[in-house]
């Protein structure tokens, strides 16, 4: 006898446009790409979810920061195997009549017969992904993409494409996401190439992706001349997806008014600005070029040509040796900005990366890093200050480690 005939709870499932979703018990909740992929699970409280390369991470919260590990081999093979027993539960469930699907509010209703063949058909589709074929994937992904490092949450779920690698600058102390690769810039014809293995990649679960994200770590430095047939190609591929990405204030300054504004032509409509903080002396210190003034006079350019901005405000940097200062600027920063409805302000934990060159730097120069209770402090004052200052923009948390790919 299976699990779910000596359950006493409703087999569920939630089916959306781009996701399936089934709980055989409540303890066990695996969602399905359009694909049939799985592509996250809720196990015991504990929540998982797979990269497009087939790797499995958890997430956990340490010191009062979230935190992203990897799930080794073994234990991900259980995690796909548990999406086939749940898959083929579901199947035996859809049969008997037994399956129901959520009305709201611990309410469940059974499907109607066009839903019922909609599941049964996307069933199918997950039966065929045994834990051997989705092993392949990570080939495929590879095949598609250069590793991909950071996003802006708001991003997560966006088609990723790789207009550039790297970063131009690369040389932030506290950066290490773009150290083991040169700023590269691709040609258009190798990026239609990349455009196209991304979308075969993920095949019908491209609907459930929202917008595209032009990678790597500041993509719009380069000049509108460059730009222009890459945005070609996206409209070529995906006409209707709005485009968001990266740039630093040292990059995008460069560019006036009125090239923003092609670029909102040709279909960016989010740029996601790093400040870090409003401090120039904690900006040297970190080597980012640029001041708040620059950064300033950046976002309203931005904001002129009619284009939504994330700015992203580090907490914790500098450490106790800077903690009041970069408090007292950063606030002072964003109250000049002009942002409004539509727009972001993201607080991100600072994470001192090992091997970094910040690491090396506050060791030497005996820098204290604020404790946990210090840095939860530091993110009340400024989430305040940034409710404050910018009451119509949004404010929100970003954990860096939270990305999968």
């Known amino acids: ?20 979703t089934l709980s055989r018990n ?13 592509q996250s699970w809720m196990v015991e409280g504990r929540t998982y979810k797979r990269s497009l390369a087939s790797e499995v991470f958890g997430r956990r919260t340490v010191d009062g920061v979230r935190r992203r590990w990897r799930v080794d081999v ?30 709201g509010a ?39 993409y250069e590793p991909v490092s950071i996003l802006p949450p708001d991003q997560y779920n966006a088609v990723v494409l790789q207009a550039t690698y790297g970063c131009s600058w690369n040389r932030c102390t506290f950066c290490t996401f773009y150290q083991d690769r040169p700023f590269r810039v691709r040609e258009v014809g190798a990026f239609a190439e990349h455009v196209d293995a991304v979308l ?18 500041n993509a719009l430095v380069l000049s509108n001349a460059r730009l222009e047939p890459l945005f070609a190609e996206v409209r070529r591929a995906m006409p209707e997806q709005p485009v968001s990405s990266f740039v630093d204030v040292f ?32 900006l040297s210190y970190l080597n980012k070029p640029g001041s708040a003034d620059e950064a300033a006079a ?34 002072a920063l964003l109250d000049r900005l002009p942002l409004g409805g539509g727009d972001l302000v993201y607080l991100s934990p600072f994470v001192v990366q090992p091997g970094s060159a910040y690491q090396a730097r506050a ?33 929100a948390l970003y954990h860096i480690d939270e990305f999968v790919d």
């Open 363 to 395: 060791a030497a120069d005996g820098l204290r890093p604020l404790s946990a209770d210090e840095r939860a402090a530091q993110y009340e004052r400024l989430w305040t200050a940034a409710r404050v200052t910018v009451p119509e923009a949004r404010t």
């Open 74 to 103: 073994a234990d991900a093979e259980a995690h796909f195997r548990l999406a086939q027993e749940v898959a083929a539960e579901a199947e035996e469930a859809l049969a008997a009549g037994r399956l129901r699907r959520s009305a």
């Open 1 to 20: 006898m299976s699990a779910f005939a000596a359950a006493e709870v409703p087999f569920l499932v939630s089916l959306q446009a781009a996701a399936t």
């Open 298 to 331: 950046f976002v309203a350019t931005l904001k002129e040509a009619g284009l939504a901005v994330s700015v992203i405000v580090m907490v914790g940097a500098g450490g106790e040796r800077f903690a009041a200062e970069h408090e007292r600027d950063t606030a």
């Open 26 to 38: 409540r303890r066990e909740v695996v969602s399905f790409d359009a694909e049939g992929r799985p």
């Open 200 to 217: 075969e990649l993920l095949g019908r679960a491209v609907r459930g992706r929202r917008g595209v994200f032009f990678g790597d770590g």
């Open 251 to 282: 990059g995008g300054e460069r560019k006036p008014v009125e090239a923003w504004r092609e670029l909102a032509s040709w279909g960016l409509t989010r740029v996601a600005v790093g400040l870090e903080t409003g401090s120039d002396a904690l």
């Open 106 to 144: 611990e309410r469940f209703r059974p499907l109607t017969d066009d839903e019922s063949a909609e599941l049964a058909a996307r069933v199918g589709r997950m039966r065929a992904w045994d834990p051997a074929r989705l092993a392949g994937e990570r080939q495929r992904f590879l095949a598609a």
